[in-house]
């Protein structure tokens, strides 16, 4: 590495003494500015930001030493050697010229071999601060533009994560990073059907990169939850969309649940995350441990979206959580179990289970333990209710704007009603007229239960009573899904007309399958017993939210009126 060139400061009131340290810095390719007293010395060194000074001790106005301290006073973001040139030689006078911020003492008349020494030497010295000043300025600048990424990164994240509806009453949550960056998610959502879909995911590894994985999640799950689709559903496009962005080391645990507080139903999914659990009255009740491989890791066609069911009585709390709640633990080995937080949640009353572990996680990390994963986990609240009230958007009732009248209609045989989610397909479709999507919500539940009796006891010829016995709900999913996978001949119609009439916007609905049809007179109307009764509430219900809704032949065709 060669040596830069310098500007070099002489102070000095002997003109000779300056004409010898000009000759000798010119030579090796210096310039040189000078002084002829302190005073100036100083004002120059202001003006020109030398790079090396060599000062007389003995000058006017102000002496050399007295200029020395004052320029170590200046503010200065490099180091100037401060080199003083004297006739005094005494060892007290080279002690107190370093003393007063000199660098170097030289004696007069300097050897000129010793004089282009001492400028060689500094010269390198100077070329490596230099070097190393650059090295910093460009770290400041990448530090600078990485803390403007990571704010950019914070904020497009924490926008993705709080894309849905916002914050439900029903849900807790608790998260904390090991990082800068957290690679846990939790998400919380309802469908227009007032079912609550909940995702725990823990991308693998921590910082960005984890982070950056979980990110690809929350628009899916919002807009597949917002249109209604199932938690099977949403759990296969979860794992081709990570499987299709990722590469091969990277994935997401994730656990999904979806609670019908209607229904009393609890459905999950668990891919590679600990133990969902449900706790009632009287403990644990219901446990979903991880029955899947991670999202992300299998191809779409080896993927299982398979979800398993539960129904709650008395309310409870739902806990899903991710591995870095179950690995926590402090400095001493005080570790946050499994057992330890069943035993925690089944001990505390109800309300207080959120903040009892939110503290416990404290209490460990207070006690010096290192986080080595993310933790966090969400506690929902399942309260004991089986209300057939769901919680639907205000609709004005101001009459719309004229539409045109047009029609829709589609038919779908086995392998379709094997695959498709047709429900939140058509309504898909409906929400693409501004005139529907303040009624998705309505709508949603009306084509739910119509296509649902449609199928389940036109076609599959189920039995809604199999749901009253003990373990009776479960049996009659698993008894659906053997139907539906046997299934070879049928179909299902639904036929879509919306028009004006009488001045009002209306949809005509009508769903009809090739099944022997099914007994509806008896649910019709509204029950004494409906709220105890855990199945046959829907048609009531549809009735109650249409203008007409009436059955034909022997219940294999339906046709609702909707007013918008």
Known sequence: MSAPALKILVADDVEA??????????RLGHSVVTANDGREAVRRYREEAPDLVFM????????????AREIRSLPAERWVPVVFLSAMDRMDDVIEGLECGGDDYLVKPADLRLLR????????????????????AELAQLQATQSEENELARHVMARLKE???????????????ANHFCGDLVCAARTPADVLHVLVADATGHGLAAALSAMTLPPVFYGMTAKGFSLAAIASELNRKLK?????????????????????????????NPDALYVGKDGVSLRWPSRHMALGVLPPEAFSDATEHGRIEGGGHL???TDGLIELESADGDRLSPERIERLLVHCPGSARFLRLQDTIHSLLSEGGPVHDDVSFALVHVPHERRRQVRLNPVSRATAAPVSDWRVGLSLGPAELRTLDAVPMVLGMLSQSEVIKP???SLFLILSELYNNALD????????????????????LAERASRLEALTAGYIEIELHMRMEAGQTVLDIRVRDSGPGFDYADYMTPRVDADQRPHGRGIALVRSLCRELVYSGCGNEVQARYAL
């Open 17 to 26: 003494n300056i004409a010898v340290v000009r000759a000798v810095a010119s």
């Open 163 to 177: 894309a849905g509806a916002g914050p439900d009453p029903l849900v807790q949550i608790y998260t904390r990073p």
């Open 457 to 476: 006891h036109g076609l599959l010829g189920l039995d809604s009573a199999i749901k009253a016995a003990e373990g009776g709900f479960e049996r009659y």
């Open 439 to 441: 009624h998705a919500g």
């Open 117 to 136: 020494a001492k400028i060689n030497g500094y010269a390198k010295a100077i070329g490596l601060q230099r070097r190393l000043l650059d090295h910093i």
């Open 56 to 67: 007389g001790v003995m000058t006017p106005e102000m002496d050399g030493l007295a200029a």
């Open 319 to 321: 806990l899903l959580c």
């Open 244 to 272: 299709h962005l990722l590469p091969a080391d990277r994935f997401a645990a994730a656990t999904l649940a979806a609670i019908d507080v209607r229904q009393q139903a609890i459905e999950i999914w668990n891919g590679g």
